[in-house]
């Protein structure tokens, strides 16, 4: 049987079970999405019907004004879409040396969001962009017909204002079935010299993440019949040089009506921050949730996080 992620942590390091401090705030707002991925973890969609609403948003606000120098990492679904977007940026503008927006590429060629390049680049929002391969093909498969030269229209529009250049733009690959992702310096190395030779375009860094077996890639696991073979590969290429690295020691996730998660992944799988009295946390609660050493809310997907050269928000932990 497989041994337990906390147990596996734990025999590398018993602190590695706990909080350390943090460095990141994501905030989820929603999961309101153009586009319905077939691995997408969170399962938006254009139906999506989670929307963060303005009070919210201004907590998130209040928290980065007392906390300055935090990342502010925004995410969805598709955040741009939500209303609070456009406030969250505003508001935020003095507060956060860095505020990421975790974008899909093609929200930026729908009609009516001809404003957002523009607007990322007035803000000077750091762009991670969705891009699972730099072949059409692929990019179809798992994410729908036309979204390639749409991800292309997009990317070439950033680079025209900067990104990939002066400001940042980063990619994010993911695997498109029950694989780890390879070498994040190969991968890299293979975008880059694809993108500009084929579209002329240019970016900053290439991160991956491994797909988490949850949400929509856990049923499509499921409907293949490899989900226990997947969960089993993420135990078999546990990597401990990743242990002490996972994200949630450094970050909180919020979800679009506050409460607080260790991660997304944990969001989607309902397993809330804890406070001492075991009710479950929300952003009134922050500096609680952030205490050194809090317990992190760990299970058997955890170890999408530790597998190979490991995974998080920000790309692999041990390349
Ligand atoms: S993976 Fe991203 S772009 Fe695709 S449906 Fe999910 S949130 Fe939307
Ligand atoms: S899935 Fe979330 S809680 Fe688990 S190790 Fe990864 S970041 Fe931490």
Redesign the pocket.
Known sequence: MTQT?SDRLKNVNPDFLSFSSLKTLQVNLGNLCNMACAHCHVSASPAGEKKMVREVAEKIVAVLRQNPGIVLDLTGGCPELNPQFRYLVEATESLSLCRIVRSNLTVVTEPGMEWLVEFYRQHKLVVFGSLPCYSAENVEKQRGSGVFERSITALKKLNSLGYGSELELNLVYNPGGPFLPGSQRDLEAAYRKELAENFGIRFSNLFTITN?PIGRFRDFLEQKGVYEKYLALLADRFNPETAGA????S?VSVDWQGYLY?????QVLGLPVKGRDGRDLTIDQLAEAVRTGSR????Q??Y???AGEGS?CTGSLAA
């Open positions: 992620f988490a996972i994200m949630c020691r970050m260790n991660c997304d992944f944990n992190l809310e760990l299970g997907h955890c999408c996080c530790t998080s």
